[in-house]
């Protein structure tokens, strides 16, 4: 894309971000603030409900739907793959409660996943089945040793499209290859990925997906969105069910248990239609800004801010832990300041409305597409004036 045009999608988007009147906000890998437009979004929804109750129902029930459908063609699936959830957990869980497990089958993950595509999995423990976390050493992910942790029991591959903790990246359709050439299915934690980079779940051949809406897609907590591929449709038995699981869903005088013919089944009863609303709103904004299955504007921008970020933090004495080559830098860089207690460092940043985290004794940051090199300047400036800093 020409740089200019970038630019300005860039500076649209941040002028979206109310964040950025007054903070350096680099946490999106733990809670993203939201758009302007989800605002305007929640707060017509809010409007509307407390005066007039449920009249404009079903012009949000229709709304819902378009957002099923911008968020299928944001990853290149159709709307009868996805349904909404409350979590990346929620959706995870979908897929380890409802699979038809048979004693000593065998699910692998890496060691250094974030808990929720973890505790799923290990969960199933009492019914038999094995959980293998295979180790990550330093930040680089092996993928051979995740293939050699598979065998003829093995049922699905559950990982991180992004690591919380290092961001380091995976390739989605390398490890479906990698599960689908062993007789297993990938199971995609995409949290960490999706509103940056952009996902072609078809052409990847992912077979699940799970990701909450309050990180990247700058949604508000509590609505998220699960695919699934519509051939595994009725692999997974829905273990929640309830009047919008079935086909004929508003006919409440008729008990018909005809499950609907698509993922939505998935969703049980009243959705969570605020927050749906204000996650569709955002993507509409990602999606305008230049996010696509195939490119991605807003990935341009925060691999060049991250490459920036690191320049000046090395610059600073910083040592980086985030694998930065190009098939696997992220929107998440971890790092450490020699001399410096992380937790402090992140309280005198905040001090500075300069806002950052720390992870397993790490520094992070995660710069959005909204955010530009002022902010990394901000960021710099703050860890500068750090007691004890040259």
């Known amino acids: 894309m020409n740089q200019s045009i970038c630019g300005a999608k860039v500076e649209q988007f941040r002028g979206q971000m109310p964040v950025t009147e007054r903070f350096a906000y680099f946490d999106n890998a733990a809670v993203a603030p939201i758009s302007s437009p989800a605002v305007e979004a929640i707060s017509q929804w809010m409007g509307e409900s407390a005066r007039e109750g449920d009249v404009e129902w079903l012009r949000w029930a229709r709304r819902v739907e378009q957002i099923r459908g911008t968020t299928a063609t944001l990853i290149g699936a159709e709307p009868g793959e996805i349904a909404f959830v409350g979590n990346t957990s929620a959706g995870l869980s979908l897929v380890a409660e409802g699979f038809p497990w048979k004693q000593g089958d065998n699910i692998v993950t890496l060691a250094n996943e974030f808990p929720s595509n973890q505790y799923p999995w290990l969960n199933l423990t009492s019914r038999g089945v094995e959980t293998r976390c295979v180790p990550v050493e330093s930040s680089r992910v092996d993928l051979n040793r995740l293939a050699d942790a598979c065998d003829e029991k093995t049922r699905i591959v559950s990982v991180s499209w ?107 009863g009243s959705q969570n239609m605020v927050g749906v609303l204000g996650m569709g709103a955002s993507i509409d904004l990602l999606v305008e800004t230049g996010l696509s299955p195939t490119t991605s504007t807003i990935a341009e921008q925060v691999l060049r801010l991250g490459d920036y970020a690191c320049q000046r933090l090395t610059e600073l004495g910083a040592t980086i832990i985030s694998d930065r080559t190009p098939n696997h830098a992220s929107g998440i860089i971890s790092f450490q300041l020699p001399g410096h207690d992380p937790g402090e460092v992140v309280k005198h940043c905040a001090a500075m409305d300069v806002i950052l985290s720390s992870r397993h004794g790490w520094l992070r940051i995660s710069p959005h597409g909204y955010n530009n090199e002022a902010d990394i300047d901000r960021l710099i400036a703050a860890f500068a004036s750090l007691p004890g800093s040259p």
């Open 162 to 268: 992004v690591g919380y903790a290092t961001g380091y990246r995976l390739d989605p359709a390398e490890v479906a290859d990698l599960a689908h050439d062993r007789g297993a299915l990938l199971c995609l934690d995409a949290i960490q990925g999706l509103g940056v980079f952009p996902l072609d779940v078809t052409s990847a051949k992912i077979d699940f997906l799970a990701a909450d809406g309050h990180k990247w897609l700058l949604g508000p907590e509590g609505a998220g969105v699960f695919f699934l591929r519509q051939e595994h449709l009725d692999l997974l038995r829905p273990t929640v069910v309830g009047w919008h699981s079935v086909e004929n869903a508003h006919d409440f005088s008729s008990i018909d248990f005809q499950l609907r013919d698509e993922a939505a089944r998935f969703e049980a």
